[in-house]
């Protein structure tokens, strides 16, 4: 288990310099407009890239058909944080459909 | 307002963050505990680490068995979001006592950012308010994570861990709407949302998240000094 162990300390500081590094710094200095609109579109960019091959693809495939619970979900949990912005809503929501359409298909 | 009553301000505005993470802490909990991480694991990692999807992400690694240092630097590319979340807070936290920056970095995941920027829009927020704020949704995390590693053996079927996994899926959703403010942002979602299906599938790991990213932010500014000229 001591491996867990420097698992854990390892995710500690690669979690941690990322949010305090530019905040340390750029309270001193100022950040170039480029660069800035550069990182306006990271989040965005981040998440996207995150959750497209993750709902498309079962197994590595793409796959567009009701067997893939997760796309179907998906499209529910866009609907309903679009509609709502509720962040746990979304999740209960999303949690649920995947719980039901396991049992229907 | 003294210090304590900041502090718990804040902690007041932190409600819908903690009951966003009891359940996506709990699934993390759960999904750890079936990946064979032992409880006080589980909680350790929640507690210095505070990161939902780079906690989700190295439990899956984990259980498919992959190395720690790979399991690292996939969190490290994850968590490279936050680079830009730290640094767009950084005008408001210029008046801010600087020992206090180190505490409220720990605190910045997606939700917290989410939250401080709404409560900046507002007005002028001092440090304990912050970290009232941080504290309060971390020891959310903290909460579900250890139930989640408690009782989550009650799930130990791998159609839970399927459903639970969709938490993390759901959140991103959710993230990813609450972000797209305009037209431009949301063509740049369309984009490195397709760009990274096409990498995930002819490059091997996890580089399709950052390649979509820098790729898609990259034309981003280049179309846009394209439609300033």
Redesign the interface.
Request: aromatic share 12%.
């Given at each position: 288990?001591a491996?867990?162990?420097?698992?854990?300390?390892?995710?500690?500081v690669?979690?941690?310099l990322?949010?305090?590094?530019?905040?340390?710094v750029?309270?001193r200095l100022e950040?170039p407009p480029?660069v800035?609109?550069?990182?306006?579109?990271?989040?965005?960019?981040?998440?996207?890239?995150?959750?497209?091959?993750?709902?498309?693809?079962v197994n590595?495939q793409?796959t567009i058909s009701p067997a893939n619970?997760?796309l179907l979900?998906?499209l529910l949990?866009?609907l309903v944080?679009?509609r709502y912005?509720?962040?746990?809503l979304?999740?209960?929501?999303?949690?649920a459909a995947?719980?039901i359409l396991?049992n229907l298909w | 307002m003294t210090a304590k009553e900041q502090w718990l301000a804040g902690a007041g505005k932190a409600l819908?963050?903690v009951?966003?993470y009891l359940?996506?802490g709990f699934?993390y909990g759960a999904l750890a505990s079936l990946a064979g991480?032992?409880l006080p694991?589980i909680v350790?990692?929640s507690l210095?680490?505070?990161?939902g999807?780079?906690?989700f992400i190295?439990v899956n690694m984990?259980a498919a068995g992959a190395g720690?240092?790979s399991?690292?630097?996939t969190?490290?590319l994850?968590?490279?979001?936050?680079?830009?979340?730290?640094?767009?807070?950084?005008p408001y936290?210029?008046k801010?006592p600087?020992q206090s920056?180190?505490l409220?970095?720990?605190g910045?995941t997606?939700?917290n950012y989410a939250l401080a920027c709404g409560e900046f829009s507002r007005g002028e927020r001092g440090h304990y308010y912050l970290l009232g704020l941080f504290s309060t949704s971390h020891a959310g995390w903290i909460g579900g994570s250890a139930l989640g590693g408690i009782f989550g053996e009650l799930f130990n079927s791998t159609?839970a861990a399927?459903?639970?996994e969709?938490?993390l899926?759901?959140?991103?959703?959710?993230?990813?709407?609450?972000?797209?403010s305009d037209k431009k942002?949301l063509l740049?979602?369309?984009?490195?949302?397709?760009?990274?299906?096409l990498f995930?599938?002819v490059i091997p790991g996890s580089w399709?998240?950052i390649l979509?990213?820098v790729c898609?932010?990259?034309l981003?500014?280049m179309m846009?000094k394209w439609q300033k000229s």
């Open positions: 288990m491996e867990v162990l420097i698992l854990i300390l390892g995710m500690a690669v979690t941690y990322p949010r305090f590094l530019p905040m340390y750029l309270t950040i480029l800035i609109a550069w990182l306006r579109y990271v989040p965005v960019a981040v998440l996207a890239a995150l959750v497209v091959p993750g709902i498309l693809t590595g793409i619970h997760y979900a998906s949990a866009f944080a679009w912005k509720n962040m746990m979304t999740v209960t929501i999303g949690m995947v719980l396991q | 819908p963050v009951l966003g359940p996506l699934a991480i032992s694991y350790l990692m210095l680490v505070f990161a999807s780079g906690q190295a984990y720690s240092l399991i690292i630097a969190v490290f994850v968590n490279l979001r936050h680079l830009l979340m730290s640094a767009s807070l950084s936290l210029q801010f600087r920056l180190p409220v970095a720990f910045l997606d939700e159609s399927y459903t639970m969709f938490a899926y759901a959140m991103f959703i959710f993230l990813l709407v609450i972000q797209i942002l740049a979602g369309c984009l490195s949302g397709m760009l990274a299906l995930y599938q399709y998240i979509a990213t898609t932010a990259t981003g500014v846009e």
